[in-house]
């Protein structure tokens, strides 16, 4: 394929557009219609994360008989239907396990939903259908 001999002058004219030199000291410069150069200063905003604190996950249960587990759908399209089927999987392959079908919704604020008081009370154990 042959290339139009003006495309490599486009493409350096574009590159020469975002390979601007900065100023010695890392200010932007912005020039007034007097012809008088100011410097402003940028800042990144970006920010520093505060240091995250990790937490062990939870340990396994040696076994489901008898417990309860909370089924959580976090929303999300068909979530409903791959949970419901996996509940009757689990029903007949745990017959003394009690699931909890739950639905959490989409919305995660600062504050945690109610629902997870429910099951730091209630549950043994918890699947969560995050979706996607």
């Known amino acids: 394929m042959k290339r139009h001999p003006a495309v490599g002058l486009i493409v350096?004219?574009?590159?020469?557009?975002?390979?601007?030199?900065?100023?010695p000291d890392n200010r932007a410069q912005a020039q007034t219609k007097a012809g008088a150069v100011e410097k402003i200063t940028v800042l990144n905003p970006m920010g520093t994360p505060p240091p995250i604190?990790?937490?062990?996950?939870a340990p396994r249960l040696t076994t489901l008989?008898?417990?309860t587990i909370y089924v959580v759908n976090q929303g999300y399209?068909?979530?409903?239907?791959?949970?419901?089927?996996?509940?009757?999987?689990?029903?007949?392959?745990y017959p003394k396990t009690k699931f909890v079908y739950k639905e959490l919704g989409r919305s995660m604020g600062p504050e945690p939903p109610p629902l997870f008081a429910e099951i730091k009370e209630k549950a043994d154990g918890v699947i969560m259908g995050l979706g996607h």
Do not use: R, S, V
Request: overall charge neutral; some cysteine.
């Open 12 to 23: 350096l004219l574009g590159l020469g557009l975002f390979c601007i030199c900065p100023t």
């Open 53 to 57: 604190k990790l937490k062990p996950m």
């Open 65 to 67: 008989e008898g417990k």
């Open 77 to 93: 399209l068909g979530t409903d239907n791959l949970l419901a089927e996996m509940i009757i999987w689990l029903q007949k392959e």
